[in-house]
């Protein structure tokens, strides 16, 4: 059974960078053909795709955000992670790792609350 | 992009039928078949229910259904039981390798 944990930093202060890592387990990114994503939920708001990463490097990100997110994958760890520079309260909120499967998102780890305060 | 609209709320009866709607534009919804639905549990991981407008993933109940017509999709919870109380968000490919989520609905069981 494929499972993913993000893990990382719950406070950060404003204008600094944002850094999460999401671990695979049970399964190989490397060995696969899928895609490995990010989305996040503010609190009391809805869901918002920020961009996704293939094993081999090729990267796609939301446009509102993508002067400021950095994904990367490190198959040797099975991990794959994410970069959020510059950031403001509005960044608050629980950060998601998926696998892409297709057109959707087939396996999520469980989040990780990530709050932006001085 | 701007999220897709759906309505805040929706609550059913046990047994009785829920639906959700999920509505974009021609560039997202309509232009592609690519609608997903998700279940989101409060500090549970999201679950997948409907991929491609309308494949139930393995182990998703066969109460749960998805369609779509134009630029707005649907999800539809027949036989509704107290499990199925939880958020639902909708998502759809918007070309561009980019993709956009709905605003979300909380589902209650009466």
């Known amino acids: 059974q494929l499972q993913l944990q993000e893990s990382g930093p719950g406070l950060v202060k404003p204008s600094e960078t944002l850094s999460l890592t999401c671990t695979v387990s049970?399964?190989?990114?490397?060995?696969?053909?899928?895609?490995w994503g990010w989305i996040r939920q503010p609190p009391g708001k809805g869901l918002e795709w920020i961009g996704s990463i293939y094993n081999s490097g090729s990267t796609y990100f939301n446009p509102s955000l993508k002067t400021r997110v950095t994904i990367s994958v490190d198959t040797s760890k099975n991990q794959f992670s994410l970069k959020l520079s510059s950031v403001t309260a509005a960044d608050t909120a629980v950060y998601y790792c998926?696998?892409?499967?297709?057109?959707?998102?087939?396996?999520w780890g469980q989040g990780t609350l990530v709050t932006v305060s001085s | 992009q701007s999220a897709l609209t759906q309505p805040p709320s929706a609550s059913g009866s046990p047994g009785q039928s829920v639906t959700i709607s999920c509505t974009g534009t021609s560039s997202d919804v309509g232009g592609y078949n690519y609608v997903s639905w998700y279940q989101l549990h409060p500090g549970k991981a999201p679950k997948l229910m409907i991929y491609e407008v309308s494949i139930r993933p393995s182990g998703v109940p066969d109460r749960f259904s998805g369609s779509k017509s134009g630029n707005t999709a649907s999800l539809t919870i027949s036989g509704l039981q107290a499990e199925d109380e939880a958020d639902y968000y909708c998502s759809s490919y918007a070309g561009s390798n980019n993709f956009v989520f709905g605003t979300g609905t909380k589902v209650t069981v009466l």
């Open positions: 998926a696998r892409e499967d297709g057109y959707n998102y087939d396996y």
């Open positions: 049970g399964g190989s990114i490397s060995s696969s053909s899928y895609f």
